[in-house]
């Protein structure tokens, strides 16, 4: 090496070369992008959609373009991006490929019209809670009308939401309203401490949990939430359901940074007092939980909001962490209605966060019960976006590999995490699809 | 994410008698061993597995350390590779023992018949010496003195088949070879994925091509029969289906009247995807518990590791296990990591040697002998790392793979022989010690 070319000792090293921005600077990111393209091995759109450019153009090419030419705008293709962030898990060079697609979807949205049916059509599927929260007022007469042929057919023509599926049934009575009929924080912690009596836990151990149900354990499955208390509460742990919105999934999905933000403020702020206080966040839906930990951080900058990522769970893997949660299924044994063949889907956001073997892996000794994995596709729905008449075949197209594992796997019942997931499965299949809790519920509870 | 912690550790670890860190080759290959012995397994892996970037060929020693070679038979070579080579530490039974290991759980592989290496063309136009590859490319074989069609696809450019044909020519092949490029039929992107084309001849979905509407799997096999004069084998791209490329290659096959095969492709790579499948689908078998997608990120313990911390977004989890196999990956994989002052191993801290100043850590002729090469752990006869004095740095630690030191696989085309071989011998030896 020359002499010339040996750095200096009294340079600062790495020179600081750009100005500080005060948004999340995704150069870094961008630049340890290396072109292996693997997330796009990883992406089911663009295993399927001919016009899909693919996670390395919408993340990283499309972030360094826009840096050289004020004249290019975000490319509407990002649209079709249906943010199952798998490209996240995929990329060896830790490039944050979703947060660089929600912030390209983020500012698509904004130069939208805010006059077309598009923007609100999306809008109002992003919204999901406004639209559970006014069904849940008449629940029956929802369901009667939100499946109402010429109601659907109108709804399509309108605003393009597809008439192929059916809206999902509203609960009679809210999660949120059997846990008050119940007793609430109150009742929940007596019961707490009466299981920790009996299993020989401290009484006063420190054993908190807060609740993120979520719109659809609230409004629609409500037995997930419902198995996801009974079973915490019979590890000895005090369940509370604080104040909470929209986790902000659909929200990013559709590039509404501002409707998420809105909600998440509201999240952070209720569970940060909480995590405060000795609790941790517990979700039983693994985009609720995949919000919270992974997007609300990279995406927002609130107070709190990094304590409460890294507090926070879905509610199988906190209690495979804290329990001895095989010993406990080891003495289990499961009959009546949910002695079952289930045929398991591992949602995206579950892979996202190294769970996708978990409900598998758990259930292997189970007696009574058998759960064969349907393998890593995809289930295509990804929330709102199969319900988009115009996206509805390509998710019927990703789909397909899911529906053809499910049908050679033994049994006809389902089981995944993810709501939308088994909205997807029971829609292709004709299943019943169930939550890993509802078969924890069933074996050690019940 | 920060890789600070951000909370107090959590008490109750997720216990195991090994715990395998590393999801590629050598990871798998030491859960699998590990498993076999009747050992309680879990594997964690930072990422998804790395195996979609190999080419799917599989070598156990192409060249010696000095570069001589291609050798006809690598077993009878490793005595003689230097004292502290990896292959050395295991001996060449545990070689063999591990692909035979291999074997039995990849179906889809040929050349366990023998111990000599087979030359398979590669999609850069050179001859490969390999002692395992997918069935799907053994009508390739560079031995073989049938004559080749190459087809490339427009706009694929990783592979140019006038150009491969022209430079497998002039490596003298003993057979004539000739490439042309057609257009895939369908109305596919440019830079179409490649799963898209695997997704679509897996499911040999309709496309219309010529102005007629077909399966894409005829449409393609015709866009070739314009172009092919009779060879008796045609090799295409590795993109011929993920689910089952016998079933694809059997339908060109069939429509062309001539052997299909195809040739091995840089990353990502569908050859590589495969394997990975039945790989994770042994493990299954096994029984081995796997999580992917979050790094370990430090542990407890000294002279001993009690537990390690895996993150995940903030939370440190605990996984304690008795016995512990480091696959964590080389340079490349981040099993080795440097800056400006030292090279280092991040998740034991364990002794990496290398020169003080960083510029004796490379070579100044491109193709030179580099010592960045070769940086990994060393180990002690069970492969368990030691430090600068070879004191063994934990008891329950070994090292498997290309996170190891002192063999330079890219040169020697080692690569995938050590990553089963050490894989192996790690995994069975941590089952073995485990109580």
Redesign the interface.
């Known amino acids: 090496?020359s002499d010339a070319s040996?750095p200096d000792a009294d340079d600062e090293?790495p020179i600081d070369v750009f100005d500080d921005d005060p948004d999340f600077d995704l150069r870094p990111g961008s630049d340890s992008c290396y072109k292996?393209?693997?997330c796009?091995?990883?992406?089911p759109v663009?295993?399927?959609d001919?016009?899909f450019?693919?996670p390395k153009?919408q993340g990283p090419e499309q972030w360094r373009l826009k840096q050289r030419d004020d004249e290019h705008t975000v490319d509407a293709s990002v649209m079709d991006c249906s943010n199952c962030m798998r490209c996240d898990?995929?990329?060896?060079a830790d490039v944050p490929l979703s947060q660089m697609h929600n912030a390209a979807r983020g500012e698509y949205v904004d130069g939208m019209s805010k006059l077309s049916v598009t923007y609100w059509r999306n809008r109002l599927l992003a919204n999901y809670r406004t639209s559970a929260f006014l069904a849940s007022k008449a629940p029956r007469l929802a369901n009667a009308a939100m499946n109402f042929g010429p109601a659907r057919w109108l709804l399509e023509k309108t605003m393009g939401i597809t008439s192929e599926r059916e809206f999902p049934a509203f609960a009679t009575e809210t999660f949120r309203e059997w846990w008050t009929r119940r007793g609430g924080a109150d009742g929940s912690r007596r019961r707490a401490q009466e299981r920790r009596a009996a299993r020989g836990d401290p009484r006063d151990a420190d054993k908190k949990v807060a609740y993120f149900h979520g719109c659809y354990a609230n409004y629609n499955t409500t037995a997930v939430g419902k198995a996801m208390v009974r079973v915490f509460e019979q590890f000895g742990y005090e369940v509370v359901v604080p104040e909470q919105k929209c986790s902000g999934t659909p929200m990013f999905a559709n590039g509404m940074l501002e409707d998420a933000r809105r909600h998440a403020e509201v999240n952070v702020s209720s569970m940060a007092d909480l995590v405060d206080q000795g609790y941790d966040a517990i979700a039983s839906c693994t985009s609720c939980s995949m919000a919270l930990?992974?997007e609300y951080?990279e995406l927002f900058d609130i107070e709190g909001v990094?304590?409460v990522?890294?507090?926070?769970?879905e509610a199988v893997e906190y209690l495979?962490?804290?329990?001895?949660l095989r010993g406990a299924l080891a003495d289990a044994e499961i009959d009546g209605a949910l002695a079952e063949e289930f045929a398991y889907h591992a949602p995206c956001h579950a892979?996202?966060?190294?769970?996708?073997?978990q409900a598998v892996?758990l259930f292997?000794e189970l007696d009574g019960v058998g759960v064969t994995?349907v393998g890593d596709s995809c289930s295509g729905i990804s929330g709102t976006y199969g319900w988009k008449a115009e996206k509805y075949d390509t998710s019927m197209a990703i789909g397909?590999e899911m529906f053809d594992h499910m049908e050679a796997a033994e049994g006809q019942t389902g089981m995944t995490e993810c709501p939308t997931c088994a909205m997807q499965m029971e829609h292709g299949t004709g299943y019943e699809v169930r939550h890993p809790l509802e078969l924890l519920d069933a074996a050690l509870v019940a | 994410?920060?890789a600070s912690p951000?909370?107090e550790a959590?008490s109750?670890a997720?216990e195991s008698d090994v715990l395998v860190i590393g999801g590629g080759l050598a990871g798998l290959t030491s859960a699998l061993a590990a498993a076999r012995e009747g050992a309680d397994v879990r594997l964690v892996a930072a990422?998804?597995s790395?195996l979609?970037?190999a080419s799917g060929l599989v070598d156990v020693l192409g060249y010696t350390a000095d570069g001589e070679g291609p050798l006809v038979d690598p077993y009878d070579a490793i005595p003689n590779l230097p004292a502290d080579h990896p292959y050395r530490t295991v001996g060449v039974d545990t070689v063999r023992k591990a692909m035979a290991l291999f074997d039995e759980v990849t179906p889809r592989y040929r050349g366990g018949h023998t111990d000599a290496n087979a030359l398979l063309p590669t999609h850069g136009g050179t001859v490969k010496p390999t002692a395992r590859y997918p069935a799907g490319v053994s009508d390739g074989i560079a031995s073989d003195g049938r004559d080749a069609l190459l087809v490339g696809i427009e706009s694929m450019t990783d592979f140019d088949a006038p150009h491969v044909a022209a430079h497998l020519t002039a490596a003298g092949v003993p057979f004539d070879v000739r490439g042309v490029t057609i257009q895939f039929p369908?109305?596919?992107?440019a830079?179409?994925?490649?799963?898209?084309y695997a997704?679509l001849l897996d499911?040999n979905g309709t496309v219309t091509a010529d102005g007629r509407e077909c399966p894409v799997r005829a449409a393609l096999a015709d866009r070739v029969a314009a172009e092919h004069d009779g060879e008796p084998r045609i090799g295409f791209p590795a993109i011929l289906g993920d689910d089952d490329p016998a079933e694809i290659r059997a339908a060109l096959a069939e429509r062309l009247d001539a052997a299909v095969f195809e040739v091995p492709m840089g990353?990502?790579s569908l050859p590589g995807?495969r394997l990975e499948d039945s790989l994770f689908a042994a493990l299954?078998e096994a029984?081995v518990?796997?999580?992917?997608?979050?790094p370990v990120v430090g542990y407890d313990g000294d002279g001993r590791v009690e537990q390690v911390y895996v993150e995940?977004?903030?939370?440190r989890?605990p996984n304690s296990a008795d016995q512990y196999v480091l696959a964590t990956g080389g340079l490349v994989?981040k099993g080795i990591d440097s800056d400006?002052e030292r090279v280092y191993e991040p998740v034991f801290d364990c002794h990496v040697a290398h020169a003080d100043d960083r510029?004796d850590w490379f070579d100044?002729e491109p193709f030179g002998n580099h010592d960045f090469a070769r940086f990994g752990v060393h180990t002690d006869g069970d492969l368990r790392p030691v430090d600068g004095d070879d004191s063994v740095e934990f008891d329950n630690v070994r090292a498997a793979g290309s996170v190891l030191g002192g063999y330079d696989f890219a040169a020697e085309k080692s690569g995938s022989g050590v990553s089963i071989a050490t894989g192996y011998a790690a995994g069975r030896s941590a089952a073995r010690r485990a109580r």
């Open positions: 090496m040996q090293f292996c393209s693997t796009d091995t990883n992406c663009a295993e399927v001919d016009d450019p693919g153009f898990e995929a990329c060896p930990r992974q951080p990094d304590e990522a890294a507090h926070t769970f495979r962490v804290h329990e001895d892979r996202n966060q190294g769970l996708e073997r892996e292997r994995d397909d | 994410m920060p951000l909370t959590i109750v997720i990422k998804q790395t979609r970037n369908g109305d596919l992107r830079d179409a994925a490649i799963t898209r997704k499911t990353p990502p995807l299954d029984g518990s796997i999580a992917t997608g979050n995940k977004n903030g939370a989890i994989g400006r510029y100044r």
